[in-house]
C-alpha cells in the first residue's frame, strides 16, 4: 500500500517518493483476504455445480454435477404456465368462437393469450396495435380496431375471414371507361356519392358495390359512402384505385390479400378461434346486424 512515510518500523518495498510517499509492504486488511478467499471458494463451487469449461472444438464442456441446463429451466418454467393454462385450454376444445364469447373467463383469458398470438402472427399487416398499415400506395393492411368491416364484423364472419382467408377483386377500369369518366367516377365517389353521376349504374359499379353505393358485404365490396377508406382517399387515389382496380392482375393493381391460415397449417383450430375472439373484442366487432364497409378491397376488415 502507498501512504505517507510516516510510519515508522513497517519496512517498504523500497520505493519512496519526494521522502513522504512510499510503498509499504503491511498485508491488506483480514475482511479483503477473507472475502477473496469466498469468491475464490465460489468461482470453484459454481464451475464444478453448473456447466462451465469447454473440453474439445466441438463443442464439448463439462456437465456440472447439478445436471441443470437452460433447457431444462425453460421446461419447468413453461410446466408451469401449462399448468395454469390447461384449465382453460381444456374448455376450449369443442367450442365455437361465439360459445367462448359468452363466457366472461374464458373471454378474458383468450383476450390475453389473443394478443400473443395476434402480435406473431397479424401485427406485421394490421399493426400492432390493429391500426393497419401502409405502403406507397396507401393503407396497406385493413384498420381492424374499429367497427367498419368488408366481410362483416360478427364473430363467426371474422372467424371465417380468419381461418379461410380473403381476395376480393375489382376489375381495372382504364380500359373499360375514358379519362373523363374516372374522372367524374372519382370525384363522386370522394364525395361519398357515388350516385350522383349516373356513370355509377351505366357502367355496372352496382354490380359490386350495390345500387345504393354501400357495398355487398357477401362479395367484400365496399362501402362508398360511410368516407372510410383503405387506400388513398384523394380523388387522384380513387382515379389510380378505379383504373387499375384490386387484385385485377394488372402490374399497378392494388393488391389486398388476407391469408389462408387454416391451409397454411401455422395455427391450431383453437388458435384460430382466439384470434377471433381477440379481433372481435379488440376491433369493436357486431353483435346484430352487420353494417355496411368501406374500401375498395377485401380483408379481414375494411
Known amino acids: 500500500m502507498s501512504e505517507k512515510h510516516d510510519a515508522p518500523g513497517i519496512p517498504t518495498t523500497g520505493h519512496v517518493w519526494d521522502d513522504d510517499l512510499a510503498d509499504l509492504t503491511n498485508p491488506p486488511p483480514k475482511w479483503w483476504m477473507l472475502g477473496l478467499a469466498a469468491s475464490a471458494l465460489f468461482c470453484v463451487v459454481y464451475f464444478i455445480y453448473y456447466p462451465s469449461f469447454p473440453i474439445s472444438s466441438t463443442g464439448s464442456f463439462t456437465k456440472g454435477i447439478g445436471g441443470w441446463t437452460a433447457i431444462k429451466e425453460m421446461e419447468a418454467d413453461k410446466g408451469e404456465v401449462d399448468a395454469v393454462r390447461g384449465k382453460f ?46 405502403d406507397k400506395q396507401g393503407l396497406f393492411a385493413p384498420i381492424l380496431n374499429d367497427d367498419d368491416w368488408l366481410y362483416g364484423g360478427k364473430i363467426e364472419e371474422i372467424h371465417a375471414s380468419i381461418e379461410n382467408g380473403r381476395q376480393g377483386m375489382m376489375m381495372a377500369g382504364k ?128
Not at 93 to 106: N, Q
Not at 210 to 222: E, H, L, R
Request: proline share 5%.
Open 89 to 134: 385450454e381444456t374448455r376450449l376444445k369443442g367450442l365455437t368462437p361465439a360459445a367462448i364469447l359468452a363466457d366472461s373467463e374464458l373471454t378474458e383469458y383468450v383476450k390475453r393469450s389473443g394478443k400473443v398470438l395476434f402480435g406473431d402472427n397479424c401485427a406485421a399487416c394490421h399493426g400492432q396495435n390493429g391500426i393497419g398499415t401502409h
Open 175 to 302: 380500359d373499360m371507361l375514358s379519362a373523363t369518366e374516372i374522372d367524374t367516377l372519382a370525384n363522386a365517389v370522394a364525395k361519398g356519392q357515388p350516385n350522383a353521376t349516373p356513370l355509377f349504374a351505366e357502367k355496372g359499379c352496382t354490380g359490386c358495390h350495390g345500387p345504393d353505393g354501400k357495398g355487398i358485404q357477401a362479395m367484400g365490396s365496399a362501402n362508398l359512402t360511410d368516407k372510410v377508406w383503405r387506400f388513398d382517399s384523394s380523388v387522384e387515389g380513387i382515379k389510380y384505385t378505379i383504373s387499375y382496380g384490386v387484385n385485377s392482375g394488372d402490374p399497378k393493381a392494388r393488391v389486398a390479400v388476407m391469408p389462408n391460415f387454416k391451409e397454411a397449417g401455422k395455427l391450431s383450430d383453437a388458435e384460430l378461434k382466439k384470434l377471433a375472439v381477440y379481433v372481435y373484442k379488440f376491433g369493436g366487432g357486431q353483435a346484430d346486424a352487420p353494417a355496411a364497409s368501406k374500401a375498395p378491397e377485401a380483408g379481414v376488415a375494411k
